[in-house]
Nanobody
Framework: QVQLVESGGGLVQPGGSLRLSCAAP????????MGWWRQAPGKQREFVAA???????NYADSVKGRFTISRDNAKNTVYLQMNSLKPEDTGVYYC?????????WGQGTQVTVSS
């Protein structure tokens, strides 16, 4: 069972920042993309951001200009810098790691934006 190790969630006030990180095991090769999805209470899981091994990025419209995804290919690690956080950003954030023949998910890390 492949385990993605997520960290960085927590409670932050509106307008604040958090940085999430997710590390995939070193024996996973040929990763095409790594990214983040989130799920708010009572809602479906939704796409947040992703980055390919070549550095191409994609963001949900709701986070463009506020979130930045980056990746360290040597460490199989992806980061999500979240700035100007809003209460609607609250949810469980899941890391995703995809290759040609696999699609792995992390356990999720809670992000709560509240005053």
């Amino acid at each position: 069972q492949v385990q993605l190790v997520e960290s960085g969630g927590g409670l932050v006030q509106p307008g604040g920042s958090l940085r999430l990180s997710c590390a995939a095991p070193g024996n996973i090769v040929n990763i095409y993309s790594m990214g983040w999805w989130r799920q708010a209470p009572g809602k479906q899981r939704e796409f947040v951001a992703a980055i390919t091994s070549g550095g191409l990025t994609n963001y949900a419209d709701s986070v463009k200009g506020r979130f930045t995804i980056s990746r360290d290919n040597a460490k199989n690690t992806v980061y999500l810098q979240m700035n100007s956080l809003k209460p609607e950003d609250t949810g469980v954030y899941y890391c995703n790691c995809r290759g040609k023949r696999y699609d792995y998910w992390g356990q999720g890390t809670q992000v709560t934006v509240s005053s």
